[in-house]
């Protein structure tokens, strides 16, 4: 206790010193800052250089599967750096210009996880910098999907994911969180395809195949994004609306139909919307991970589209992004708990005025179940379960898990009900209007927090005990748990129909996904054939439209070996590429020899359908043995 407290103070009295949460340099830093703050991701120098102004002039070949074209940075060099480093993975560079001067250039070679640095010699006074560049074989951020893995099956697609560290495999650019530049953008397409990206977008498809784009706020690296393909539009409200392939966009639109009031929700709560437009892209089923809270265009996977409007939440949880995460933005990604946290305990928020309390603690409740199953996992004293990470020297993928979403989101409701819900409230509006459009360290936000709500209160310090959550492992004694009322009666339907009793109708027809994932998850694994046949023959399973509640199924019908739902599980992984999803599936056929053999066959099948960074942890669960 003694050890944390002193720490805490130790981490505020750096923090205090350091008030450099703007958008660009770090010139004012003391050296412990740096240290504290340094973003071990990149190895660029732009932190020292301004970078004002990214412009863009590409060509997408869906042929040679390659972007490229021309990246011109407008720069503002105020301290005289002779040299720009910028990142670049897999990326060929043809030539360098600046201020209009060819310019001999260095690419060093790549280093593990990071890339090449290029460099380039900058003149005193010079502003312009056009580099001409061709993405590689190995750009991780692109996915490249032929007509046969797309929802349509007519036209070829390619999308973009930029998070974590991957922009600078499709962009040369200061790829670190704490860098921001506006940009703009030219793009060119085949005929008959439709560009898209974080930026104000075209609504309708264009003639000359070329693409204009504008974001005059200023966004980091990561938030940068680009998807092409045949593309339909389809307005919600006057600011929100939804894109998807032509085949699937009724579903979408349907399924978004509370979108603008979710944007309306999520101002009432903490201030206005700063972006414009909101609209959300639907991508075809390989897309990598959930959602993606592209600037004004949230990248989402059609998973989501249960038909029912039951899964819509993480579009609550990508639009609250808007504010934590794209407004005030995580300095380095060992602070990755400031963007995912916030956005998960905003998120709730957004639910529970939208849905109701009774709704939005079961939500609270699965955070908690998650979060014991990600520190079950990591290991209860693994460093990787503070919210604080350290992630020199590692590929930022491996650290940034569930500690971030559930931990973070679980200290901020310990906040609210240690403060209460009014002071918690205008603290967190006060925050966004204070750090909109900068960046943000733990260390800051933790002398932020002390200046404007704690105020050095030592009763409420002792209620909290921050160091045992930001620089401490596992779940912190303190932490918030309350079994929902209506989980306890998923629990005992769940002992009911384990000792064989049916469960009467009227107590699941009203079922909401949580307690449904709830009432499965705690089955005991696994069940006897002729159970499942039971609850499969009850409640159809097998042929569940919901992605989350498939998903846990399958997972139950690989370990009770329950044939009748392998058809579907093959389907499913045959077209959703979706990591959260598939990673757990494979992972449970690894457990038997008859599984291991499945999975081997069906992941040479499909394989090709992954995104390259889905084939990464593929590879591992199920090529290793
Ligand atoms: N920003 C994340 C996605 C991300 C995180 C990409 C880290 C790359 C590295 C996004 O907002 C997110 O959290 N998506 C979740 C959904 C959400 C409801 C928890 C997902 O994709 O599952
Ligand atoms: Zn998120």
Request: aromatic share 12%; proline share 5%; with cysteine.
């Amino acid at each position: 206790m003694i050890k944390h407290t002193y720490f805490f103070l130790f981490a505020i009295l750096i923090a205090a010193s350091c008030d450099n949460t703007n958008t660009g340099g770090n010139s004012n830093k003391t050296s412990k800052d740096s240290v504290m703050s340094k973003d071990v991701h990149t190895q660029s120098n732009a932190d020292s250089i301004g970078m004002k102004h990214l412009d863009l002039d590409i060509k997408v070949d869906f042929d040679a599967k390659k972007i490229s074209g021309r990246a011109s940075w407008t720069i503002e060099n105020k301290n005289n750096v002779k040299e720009l480093k910028l990142d670049t993975y897999d990326m060929s560079i043809d030539s360098v210009f600046v201020d209009g001067q060819h310019t001999v250039f260095r690419l060093d070679s790549p280093v593990k996880y990071l890339g090449s640095a290029l460099h380039i010699p900058i003149p005193a006074n010079s502003h312009f910098i056009d580099i001409y560049y061709k993405t590689g074989k190995n750009a991780i951020a692109l996915q490249w999907l032929d007509p046969q893995q797309t929802h349509d099956k007519k036209h070829p697609f390619l999308y973009t994911q930029s998070e974590s560290i991957y922009a600078r495999s499709w962009i040369p650019c200061p790829d670190g969180s704490g860098i921001r530049f506006t940009y703009s953008a030219r793009v060119e397409v085949p005929k008959g395809l439709m560009a898209l990206m974080s930026a104000t977008n075209p609504q309708q498809l264009n003639d000359s195949s070329v693409y204009h784009f504008n974001m005059e706020i200023p966004v980091p690296a990561y938030l940068m994004a680009l998807a092409v393909g045949d593309i339909a539009f389809k307005s919600i409200d006057e600011r929100t609306g939804v894109y998807a392939e032509p085949g699937m966009i009724a579903k979408a639109r349907y399924e978004f139909e509370d979108v603008g009031k979710m944007v309306s929700t999520a101002e009432q709560l903490y201030g206005p919307y700063r972006w414009g437009r909101y609209d959300v892209l639907v991508l075809p089923p390989g897309f990598p991970i959930g959602g993606m809270e592209n600037p004004r265009l949230t990248f989402c996977t059609p998973t989501i589209i249960a038909g029912d409007r039951s899964l819509v939440n993480l579009i609550a949880h990508e639009l609250a992004h808007s504010w934590s995460g794209n407004l005030v933005t995580n300095a380095t990604w060992n602070d990755f708990w400031l963007n995912e946290g916030f956005t998960n305990y905003f998120e709730r928020r957004i639910t529970e005025a939208m849905m109701g309390k009774s709704f939005v603690d079961m939500s609270w409740a699965q955070s908690y179940e998650d979060l014991q199953v990600a520190v079950n996992e990591l290991g209860k004293d693994n460093k990787d379960t503070w919210l604080k990470l350290d992630l020199k020297g590692r590929d930022p993928d491996d650290g940034l898990t569930d500690i971030a979403y559930e931990k973070g989101s679980n200290f901020l409701k310990l906040l609210e009900n240690t403060v209460g819900r009014e002071k918690m409230d205008s603290f967190l509006r006060k925050y966004f209007d204070e750090h909109a459009f900068k960046t943000i360290t733990t260390e800051q936000f933790l002398a932020y927090l002390n200046e404007n709500l704690i105020k050095g209160d030592t009763a409420i310090l002792n209620k909290l005990d921050i160091n045992a959550w930001v620089y401490g492992p596992g779940i912190p004694a303190n932490c918030p748990h309350v079994i929902p009322e209506r989980f306890k009666v998923a629990d005992s339907a769940r002992d009911h129909f384990l000792k064989g009793k049916p469960i009467a109708k009227e107590i699941t027809s009203a079922w909401s996904t949580y307690e449904w994932l709830h009432f499965l998850r705690n089955m005991p694994k696994p069940l006897s054939f002729a159970q499942m046949n039971q609850l499969d023959n009850a409640y159809h399973f097998t042929k569940t439209g919901n992605s989350e509640i498939a998903d846990v199924w399958f997972v139950m019908a690989v370990a009770a070996d329950y044939t009748p739902a392998f058809p579907a599980m093959e389907q499913f992984l045959g077209s959703v590429g979706r990591r959260k999803f598939i990673e757990p599936l494979y992972s449970e056929m690894m457990k038997t020899a008859k599984g291991k053999e499945m999975a081997k066959r069906l992941y040479a099948k499909y394989k090709m359908n992954y995104h390259p960074l889905a084939q990464v942890s593929l590879d591992k669960i199920v090529l290793k043995n």
